[in-house]
């Protein structure tokens, strides 16, 4: 299958061998004393990020020399050239600085603001989701769908809270608010990748999150619409990787959804 005009079509072996080496490397790391800096009030970096970034960076140039690289602990700002590498070496760096499994290895190939090719490993948990475009969603190897669930009422979600919590506070305790009452629960795993991942194998119904950014995104929005989901931003609009707001869910709560986002601008 041929991912995109300028990829070649046996890509996707290789792609995931990496990812299982990448995944090999932060299960190591987790052995050993945690050496962790702040980069923000609540924003954290290990050195598992730097090695995780340092491997794929290496690994991923090789296996595309081709396409750049936009990688959450070397970015300098979010352009990317139009065939890119979108990484993020350690997703859920803050659960696993505690200790906590919801960690994730994001990667995706993004061709002209699309991605087309992208992973997530949770190698604590071992799982390594993947999907190529129009070619389906996979876990472990096997296909995946989202979630046939009908009514909000009847709907687990997730959401996250941005490093800028001050900032955000209002529009967030609006959104949970609204939310909470009206679905199942919802639930904050920490990492944007894994909570689309798990929209796209079944596990939520809906995940909602702003102030993302790419690498947060990337991987986890093509699992999603391979396993028959749909994505867009706060408004309905198309989602667009650059932008930094994120709905995703089974298609079928998406609607109600959007009701209650729009309401809570």
Known sequence: MLICSTVPTGLAPGFLAVMERAGDLLREHHERPRNIRLKGRIDLVTETDLAVEAFLRQELGALLPEAGILAEESAIGLDMPPLCWVVDPVDGTTNFAHGLPLVGISVALVHQ???????????????????????????????????????????????????????????????????????????????????????????????????????????????????????????????KIGRGEILASNGRVHGPCLKLLRGCA
């Open 113 to 239: 603001g699309e991605p087309v090719l992208g992973a997530v490993h949770t190698p604590l948990l071992g799982e390594l989701f993947h999907a190529v475009a129009g070619g389906g969603a996979f876990l472990n190897g096997r296909p995946i769908t989202v979630t046939a669930t009908e009514g909000l009422g009847s709907a687990l979600g997730a959401t996250g809270f941005p490093y800028e919590i001050c900032e955000e506070l209002p529009r967030l305790l609006a959104r949970l608010e609204a939310f909470l009452p009206r679905c199942r629960g919802l639930r904050r795993c920490g990492a944007a990748s894994v909570d689309l991942s798990w929209v796209a194998c079944g596990r939520f119904d809906l995940y909602f999150e702003n102030r993302l950014k790419p690498w947060d995104m990337a991987a986890g929005v093509l699992l999603v619409r391979e396993a028959g989901g749909l994505v867009s931003d706060f408004s309905g609009g198309r989602f």
